[in-house]
């Protein structure tokens, strides 16, 4: 693995550029020989916390103030390119983490953000965030869960699914149904009583993401859990979370696009076939070229939000953009990688087999492809 920009390089600073290459070398020594095992394991192992607390990478996108790193939007998305070619479930655990402690940092009440934020930022506590129900993720302001106010507290009666980091996070926005509005709290989840956790495994990709269903079943929850105001959850708390989140998983679909590419291109140009190398064939050529192309523009598109989200605090089409065009891309660089490897692409102890089941995997998270669609479509009238 190298830090190569490919055939458009990227533009940055000497700080984002040794910022990268502690990050390839973090994936490279640390999370590289385990990758294949936490996939086939279907879990995290404590060391992989523990490194990451070391190099204080849980606090990437947590204010200084609260100990965290704060990096800038361009070395958020080098390390989630980084982590990428890597593991993915370890990104999604860190995007997640990281998406509760940017709407903390500019939703939270001070309450909050001191009670919380040293230990995001430290690695002592992990968040998760609860926006998907049993009935539907896309359709995410349409909840079924719901919270009434109860004297000094609010009662939670309601389910959570598919979330990620929830076997072991601490904390978790929860979004739910105040008034009938879409209403975010921030639930401590040691000291709830009433919640129940189901572990997930056996998921097509994202093993090792420790997916879990929250079912809080008349649940008392402080007052002071309330994030921003009611009929905030949706527009306001998970919009801020979600821009974020699909920078971060654009990022993390390029890395796994140009893994699959720097392989297939070695591979190839190795691979003997009717007497020649596979590169030497020109359906072989057409793949590789396709390849470099997806490559290319998702890097472009990323590199382009990152910029937007350094310079303005927020790109919402932006992201959308880069979440449609890197996570589709990285599903079809995989497929090509795949088919250019044939079997021994299949073989468990290929990492390809594993880029190709997470990458389908981005193409759900942070709004699904149709969602992205969806939103561009809607917001066309603005740029055409
Ligand atoms: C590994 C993994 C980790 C996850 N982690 C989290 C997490 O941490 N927190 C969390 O809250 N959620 C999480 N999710 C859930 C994820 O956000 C949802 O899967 C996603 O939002 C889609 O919701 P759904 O699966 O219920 O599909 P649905 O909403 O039921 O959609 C089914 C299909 O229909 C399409 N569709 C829906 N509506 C329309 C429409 N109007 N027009 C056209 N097509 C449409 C969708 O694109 C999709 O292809 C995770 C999911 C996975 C697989």
């Not at 920009?5 to 990268?20: C, M």
């Not at 361009?74 to 989630?80: I, Q």
């Not at 390119?81 to 993915?88: D, F």
């Not at 998921?203 to 008392?220: I, S, Y």
């Amino acid at each position: 693995m190298n830090t190569d920009r490919g055939l458009f390089p990227i533009d940055l600073t000497e700080n984002q550029i040794e910022s990268e290459k502690s990050f390839v070398k973090f994936v490279e020594e640390d999370i590289l020989p385990i990758a294949d095992k936490i996939d086939r394991e279907d879990d995290m192992p404590e060391s992989v916390f523990e490194r990451m607390t070391e190099l204080g990478l849980w606090g990437a996108a947590i204010p200084k103030t609260y100990g965290g790193m704060e990096l800038d939007n361009m070395t958020l998305g080098l390390l989630a390119r980084a982590l990428g070619r890597g593991n993915a479930s370890i990104l999604s655990l860190l995007i997640v983490h990281s998406m509760v402690g940017s709407v903390l940092s500019r939703w939270g009440t001070n309450e909050q953000k001191q009670e919380w934020l040293p230990k995001l930022a430290k690695g002592d506590a992990y968040a998760s965030l609860a926006l998907t129900e049993p009935q539907g993720g896309s359709d995410a302001s349409n909840l079924k869960l719901v919270v009434e106010k109860e004297g000094d507290s609010f009662r939670v009666n309601g389910k959570k699914t598919w979330i990620s980091g929830a076997q072991h996070s601490d904390v978790a926005i929860v979004v739910g149904s105040l008034e009938g509005k879409p209403t975010a709290f921030l639930i401590d989840l040691n000291e709830v009583e009433g919640l129940s956790r189901k572990k997930i495994q056996g998921m097509v990709g994202f093993r090792g993401a420790m997916l879990a269903e929250l079912d809080f079943e008349n649940c008392l929850i402080p007052k002071s859990s309330l994030i921003g105001r009611v009929g905030f959850g949706f527009s306001i708390v998970a919009g801020y979370a979600l821009d974020l989140g699909r920078l971060w998983v654009s990022w993390g679909c390029c890395g796994i696009s140009e893994s699959c590419l720097k392989m297939s291109v070695d591979y190839s140009a190795e691979r003997m076939s009717f007497g020649n190398k596979l590169l030497d064939h020109q359906l072989i050529q057409k793949m590789i070229a396709d390849m470099m192309a997806d490559v290319t523009s998702s890097l472009l598109v990323c590199y382009h939000t990152s910029k937007a989200r350094d310079e303005n605090g927020t790109a919402v089409d932006e992201s959308a953009m880069s979440k449609y065009i890197a996570s589709t891309a990285s599903r079809r660089v995989s497929d090509n990688a795949l088919q250019i490897f044939g079997a021994a692409g299949c073989s468990e102890s290929s990492h390809i087999q594993r880029y190709w089941r997470d990458a389908k995997i981005m193409e759900l998270i942070e709004g699904t492809t149709q969602i992205q669609q969806i939103l561009l479509g809607r917001h066309a009238k603005r740029y055409f």
